[in-house]
């Protein structure tokens, strides 16, 4: 059995039952690409890199949350090791959805502003993470 404290167990059951949303997604995105949803190409490719990073960044997000269990860091240092890659999670998909949300959109709106500061949290909390585990 694998030995996780509890913050880390509860956080892996929490995020892999958002897992479900990111099916959602998927099944708005086959309505896009089939045409059932009408979309500007614009909006086509960020719902697509939306929904790309989302799957992927949950993936790796619960990969660090197990890899943060072999690090001594404490604290706040531990809550971004443990956690940076899961809200990049949310703040980039959310940065390409939110943006190209409307009818007939063709450029991006303020919600773009997301895009930066997920990608900003997510390096913060890979390097925090790689620092932590090779300080162990």
Not at 1 to 24: C, F, H, N, S, Y
Not at 56 to 79: D, F, H, I, P, Q
């Amino acid at each position: 059995m694998l030995d996780i404290g509890d913050p880390a167990r509860v956080t892996a059951g929490i995020v892999l039952l958002t897992v479900v949303t990111i099916e959602v997604g998927g099944a708005f995105m086959a309505a896009v690409v089939t045409g059932r949803v009408p979309a500007t190409d614009f909006q086509r490719r960020f719902f697509r890199a939306g929904h790309a990073h989302a799957g992927v960044l949950v993936v790796l997000g619960l990969v660090c949350l197990l890899l943060s269990e072999a690090t001594a860091l404490e604290g706040g240092w531990r809550w971004l090791a443990r956690t940076g890659v899961l809200v990049a999670a949310i703040l980039m998909p959310a940065g390409f959805f939110f943006s190209a949300a409307g009818r007939g959109r063709t450029r991006p709106s303020r919600w773009v502003a997301l895009l930066p500061v997920g990608a900003t949290v997510l390096a913060a909390g890979v390097v925090t993470l790689g620092v932590g585990l090779l300080t162990a």
